[in-house]
Nanobody, 121 residues
Framework: VQLQASGGGLVQAGGSLRLSCAASGRTFSSYVMVWFRQAPGKERESVARISQSGGTTYYADSVKGLFTISRDNAKNTMYLQMNSLKPEDTAVYYC???????????????WGQGTQVTVSS
């Protein structure tokens, strides 16, 4: 599976963006998919996660109620709708396909290249 993230850009605080993660290959629907972000000088953090069918989602507390993760398995694409953006949401956003658990930690089999989101105040 190859992942291609897109949709980032520059937006004013309070604005919205929709990120997309397009996957190649036939196994996209078999993966739990995750959006991560990494701000300058900070560790990468998990923002949102979605089950294989799309029926179960998880959000970090910092984005709960503001961001919505979804997927369209027929299109091999995952989305992240980001509303009411804040300057602290500025980061490079990555999509990833979650694999097996090794030594008690999830492994990520595939990563997208990242898309920059910049929120101005």
């Amino acid at each position: 599976v190859q992942l291609q993230a897109s949709g980032g850009g520059l937006v004013q605080a309070g604005g919205s963006l929709r990120l997309s993660c397009a996957a190649s290959g036939r196994t996209f629907s078999s993966y739990v998919m995750v959006w991560f972000r990494q701000a300058p000088g900070k560790e990468r953090e998990s923002v949102a996660r979605i089950s294989q069918s799309g029926g179960t989602t998880y959000y970090a507390d910092s984005v709960k109620g503001l961001f919505t993760i979804s997927r369209d398995n027929a299109k091999n694409t995952m989305y992240l709708q980001m509303n009411s953006l804040k300057p602290e949401d500025t980061a490079v956003y990555y999509c990833a396909a979650r694999g097996a658990i090794v030594d008690g930690r999830h492994q990520y089999d595939y990563w997208g290249q990242g898309t920059q989101v910049t929120v101005s105040s």
